[in-house]
């Protein structure tokens, strides 16, 4: 199945007012000139044939094939992907500029259902690959360098050879994707036309969210228990779709025999399970000495006797209240990148003055961030929903990083330039941290520092301890799953075992807070992704610690990694700047960037 691009981070936003000047929308021609356009119908009728014609040239047949004659099989595969995304790409950024406008969604829904009615008879070609032996395959790389260059790709496809199903099966799943393609988008239309009563104006959930770093006490309570109660009313939809995603994922996960839920995202992530069991228990273990201690701080800067859930996000008493313009956060991030490498900023800049960024809140938008690369021949677009404060600054460094990424990678081809998820954040967090770095480097008083320290800390335990609680949570709701049916409030309980451990003995937590996991996309759009924020940030930390201590020729080491996409395996990645991440040392490293940070506000308070 050809996936959408879905919301990665949460960019809380309000409205495109003047104090932040002009902001960015897309210009989707690039892609096509619009949905009617002859360049659309072309590509869609040629997908047709090239799929139809490639079923005919090859099924059964691959074990017949030459090294050339694979080359050629496989370059054709790789174009009809691009095409294939191409279209994609451009119907679901259309959509999620307008969730709401029912055209966009039907453009979508039609998209998918051709492209997956023209790619089942596609299905064979993996199944075949891999009956293929391995002294086959083998042979044909060394005949043939321009065919060995994928055998990343070969690896990961033979990788799922133990799950594979018969030939039948796989092609009659491949056409019944589309259920699960229409229960996601049910979820994102249900988001999407949520309404929040609160001071008697009407919002949506991105508006309502934002309520949550509201500098006014009241004004951030209303909005969680105005949050609390539309979730609430909504619960028994929002259970129906992860009772039937989680169903679904179980039933695929029985007939292929994977081992656990989790194991079918490690496959594509190309990681090993110890790897991210590494990486679980170490963020766990340290919950008492980073968000317990912060959160403890943080409880003294605001005079409480407990936190409430909707202090975690507050800005604190002396916090720089001013709203950043677009032209000031687009300065401040290309001057950090720039400082890193000239060639960075070069990279970003098309992103400003191309239409490659649409930041705007409208009705209807999809919440959140993210940076969909589309395809290696056009270019990636960044969905931002900006307001001006500073952590919407990191978020544009965010996805930035992800942009300049998957511009690098596309010179790797359709096929191997796509990162995994573990690695996929490394530009992204890097990027966050140049930006952060440089903001913190020009801080004029101690009370500035100590803010922007705070805020990065809050960030970091955010993307590091919340997303692992948010990954247990995961791991738990499937486990239970397998079990029977879930009601909401078993749901609810689930989600209410990580908060506590997570967040620790500063909080209490409010009636209706045990719903908050319902408005998270992840849990639908792509079940374990949460675990790669963590990863990411424990392996940007180490980095970040590298190119401190002044590695030599760190910067075209770093280009090096970026390029290569996805045609290498993190233990190669990281092996240049001496970094191993199945070192269980190597998480501790990492977290102990965030725990320095946590001592130095601690001496700060002395």
Same mark, same amino acid.
């Given at each position: 199945?050809?996936?959408?691009?879905?919301?990665?981070?949460?960019?809380?936003?309000?409205?495109?007012?003047? *104090?932040?000047?002009?902001?960015?929308?897309?210009?989707?021609?690039?892609?096509?000139?619009?949905?009617?356009?002859?360049?659309?119908?072309? #590509?869609?009728?040629?997908?047709?044939?090239?799929?139809? %014609?490639?079923?005919?040239?090859?099924?059964?047949?691959?074990?017949?094939?030459?090294?050339?004659? @694979?080359? #050629?099989?496989?370059?054709?595969?790789?174009?009809?992907?691009?095409?294939?995304?191409?279209?994609?790409?451009?119907?679901?950024?259309?959509?999620?500029?307008?969730? =709401? #406008? !029912?055209?966009?969604?039907?453009?979508?829904?039609?998209?998918?259902?051709?492209?997956?009615?023209?790619?089942?008879?596609?299905?064979?070609?993996?199944?075949?690959?891999? /009956?293929?032996?391995?002294?086959?395959?083998?042979?044909?790389?060394?005949?043939?360098?321009?065919?060995?260059?994928?055998?990343?790709?070969?690896?990961?496809?033979?990788?799922?050879?133990?799950?594979?199903?018969?030939?039948?099966?796989?092609?009659?799943?491949?056409?019944?994707?589309?259920?699960?393609?229409?229960?996601?988008?049910?979820?994102?239309?249900?988001?999407?036309?949520?309404?929040?009563?609160?001071?008697?104006?009407?919002?949506?959930? +991105?508006?309502?969210?934002?309520?949550?770093?509201?500098?006014?006490?009241?004004?951030?309570?209303?909005?969680?228990?105005?949050?609390?109660?539309?979730?609430?009313?909504?619960?028994?939809?929002?259970?129906?779709?992860?009772?039937?995603?989680? &169903?679904?994922?179980?039933?695929?996960?029985?007939?292929?025999? @994977? +081992?656990?839920?989790?194991?079918?995202?490690?496959?594509?992530?190309?990681?090993?399970?110890?790897? $991210?069991?590494?990486? /679980?228990?170490?963020?766990?273990?340290?919950?008492?000495?980073? %968000?317990?201690?912060?959160?403890?701080?943080?409880? &003294?800067?605001?005079?409480?006797?407990?936190?409430?859930?909707?202090?975690?996000?507050?800005?604190?008493?002396?916090?720089?209240?001013?709203?950043?313009?677009?032209?000031?956060?687009?300065?401040?991030?290309?001057?950090?990148?720039?400082?890193?490498?000239?060639? @960075?900023?070069?990279?970003?800049?098309?992103?400003?003055?191309?239409?490659?960024?649409?930041?705007?809140?409208?009705?209807?938008?999809?919440?959140?961030?993210?940076?969909?690369?589309?395809?290696?021949? $056009?270019?990636?677009?960044?969905?931002?929903?900006?307001?001006?404060?500073?952590?919407?600054?990191?978020?544009?460094?965010?996805?930035?990083?992800?942009? $300049?990424?998957?511009?690098?990678?596309?010179?790797?081809?359709?096929?191997? %330039? !796509?990162?995994?998820?573990?690695?996929?954040?490394?530009? %992204?967090?890097?990027?966050?941290?140049?930006?952060?770095?440089?903001?913190?480097?020009?801080?004029?008083?101690?009370?500035?520092?100590?803010?922007?320290?705070?805020?990065?800390?809050?960030?970091?335990?955010?993307?590091?301890?919340?997303?692992?609680?948010?990954?247990?949570?995961?791991?738990?709701?499937?486990?239970?799953? /397998?079990?029977?049916?879930? =009601?909401?409030?078993?749901?609810?309980?689930?989600? @209410? !075992?990580?908060?506590? +451990?997570?967040?620790? *003995?500063?909080?209490?937590?409010?009636?209706?807070?045990? =719903?908050?996991?319902?408005?998270? *996309?992840?849990?639908?759009?792509?079940?374990?992704?949460?675990?790669?924020?963590?990863?990411?940030?424990?392996?940007?930390?180490?980095?970040?610690?590298?190119?401190?201590?002044?590695?030599?020729?760190?910067?075209?080491?770093?280009?090096?990694?970026?390029?290569?996409?996805?045609?290498?395996?993190?233990?190669?990645?990281?092996?240049?700047?001496?970094? #191993?991440? !199945?070192?269980?040392?190597?998480?501790?490293?990492?977290?102990?960037?965030?725990?320095?940070?946590?001592?130095?506000?601690?001496?700060?308070?002395?």
């Amino acid at each position: 199945m050809f996936q959408l691009p879905f919301p990665v981070r949460d960019a809380k936003t309000s409205g495109g007012s003047d *104090p932040l000047g002009d902001l960015p929308e897309w210009d989707l021609s690039d892609l096509y000139p619009g949905p009617e356009s002859a360049e659309l119908k072309r #590509d869609l009728d040629w997908l047709e044939e090239a799929c139809r %014609s490639f079923a005919a040239d090859y099924e059964g047949k691959l074990a017949d094939l030459d090294a050339a004659g @694979m080359l #050629d099989c496989v370059l054709r595969n790789e174009r009809i992907s691009a095409v294939a995304g191409r279209i994609m790409s451009f119907a679901g950024l259309r959509y999620y500029q307008v969730t =709401t #406008d !029912s055209g966009r969604a039907k453009f979508m829904s039609d998209c998918q259902e051709k492209i997956t009615r023209f790619t089942t008879p596609l299905v064979f070609f993996t199944l075949e690959l891999n /009956r293929l032996d391995d002294a086959v395959l083998d042979r044909h790389f060394g005949e043939n360098d321009d065919l060995a260059r994928y055998r990343p790709v070969f690896e990961r496809i033979r990788a799922m050879k133990p799950y594979q199903l018969s030939d039948e099966l796989e092609k009659f799943l491949h056409d019944l994707g589309v259920v699960g393609d229409a229960w996601e988008r049910m979820f994102d239309e249900t988001i999407a036309g949520l309404e929040f009563e609160v001071d008697g104006e009407t919002l949506g959930i +991105e508006a309502t969210l934002n309520l949550l770093t509201d500098a006014d006490r009241d004004r951030r309570e209303a909005g969680a228990r105005e949050l609390a109660r539309v979730l609430g009313a909504n619960i028994r939809t929002f259970a129906r779709v992860h009772n039937t995603q989680t &169903k679904e994922k179980e039933v695929l996960d029985r007939w292929r025999g @994977m +081992e656990t839920a989790q194991t079918g995202r490690h496959l594509s992530n190309h990681v090993e399970p110890e790897v $991210v069991e590494a990486l /679980r228990s170490a963020v766990v273990a340290a919950y008492p000495r980073l %968000s317990h201690r912060y959160y403890e701080l943080k409880r &003294k800067w605001l005079g409480l006797d407990k936190l409430q859930v909707w202090d975690r996000n507050a800005p604190l008493p002396m916090e720089d209240k001013r709203i950043l313009g677009w032209d000031e956060a687009e300065r401040m991030v290309m001057q950090a990148y720039a400082a890193f490498d000239p060639r @960075m900023a070069d990279l970003a800049a098309p992103f400003f003055s191309k239409g490659w960024i649409d930041a705007g809140v409208k009705p209807g938008k999809a919440p959140g961030a993210f940076a969909h690369p589309t395809v290696t021949d $056009v270019h990636p677009y960044v969905m931002l929903n900006y307001l001006g404060k500073p952590r919407d600054v990191m978020t544009l460094a965010h996805e930035l990083g992800h942009g $300049v990424h998957q511009v690098l990678a596309a010179g790797q081809g359709e096929m191997l %330039s !796509s990162t995994p998820l573990t690695l996929a954040e490394t530009a %992204s967090v890097f990027g966050e941290m140049l930006t952060f770095r440089a903001m913190l480097d020009g801080a004029e008083t101690p009370a500035q520092r100590k803010v922007m320290l705070a805020g990065k800390v809050e960030d970091m335990i955010n993307t590091v301890v919340r997303q692992i609680a948010f990954y247990d949570f995961e791991c738990k709701l499937h486990a239970a799953r /397998r079990g029977g049916e879930l =009601t909401p409030d078993d749901i609810n309980a689930l989600w @209410m !075992s990580v908060q506590a +451990e997570s967040l620790g *003995p500063a909080f209490e937590f409010m009636d209706g807070y045990e =719903t908050f996991w319902a408005y998270i *996309p992840h849990f639908v759009h792509s079940p374990f992704y949460v675990y790669a924020y963590a990863f990411g940030d424990g392996l940007v930390n180490a980095l970040y610690q590298v190119y401190a201590e002044g590695e030599p020729g760190f910067q075209d080491k770093y280009f090096d990694m970026l390029k290569a996409g996805g045609s290498k395996h993190h233990k190669a990645l990281l092996a240049p700047f001496g970094l #191993d991440a !199945s070192d269980p040392a190597f998480w501790d490293k990492g977290l102990g960037m965030i725990e320095g940070f946590i001592d130095e506000l601690e001496a700060m308070e002395g």
